[in-house]
Nanobody, 125 residues
Framework: QVQLVESGGGLVQAGGSLRLSCAAS????????MGWFRQAPGKEREFVGC????????LYADSAKGRFTISRDNAQNTVYLQMNSLKPEDTAVYYC??????????????????WGQGTQVTVSS
């Protein structure tokens, strides 16, 4: 089992940057694909991106490409989401999640077994 705790959210002006962190406890962090999702008020949870076990590959939603970067430090059991050029439409609660690497559909929230509690990101215009 994996416990996940996000941090780093806050209020930022449009065009600014934030780096979210997700610290994992439990066993075998490096055996999980780590994903980031977000949920804005009144909207469904949506995929932001994910990173493979050793960080060799990343996958991003179109809305995140070119602006967001996911990285991980398996020695520190932490995954990061660097967000640049933030827009008001990026305002949401951001969640990290963990799943086993088997199968496909890495953008599907239902495929992720473990979730953090979320951290609020608010981008002002």
């Amino acid at each position: 089992q994996v416990q996940l705790v996000e941090s780093g959210g806050g209020l930022v002006q449009a065009g600014g940057s934030l780096r979210l962190s997700c610290a994992a406890s439990g066993r075998a962090f490096s055996s999980y694909v780590m994903g980031w999702f977000r949920q804005a008020p009144g909207k469904e949870r949506e995929f932001v991106g994910c990173i493979t076990l050793s960080g060799e590959r990343t996958l991003y939603a179109d809305s995140a490409k070119g602006r967001f970067t996911i990285s991980r430090d398996n020695a520190q059991n932490t995954v990061y989401l660097q967000m640049n050029s933030l827009k008001p439409e990026d305002t949401a609660v951001y969640y990290c999640a963990a799943r086993r690497p088997f199968g496909t559909h890495y953008s599907y929230a239902d495929e992720y077994a473990y979730w953090g509690q979320g951290t609020q990101v608010t981008v002002s215009s």
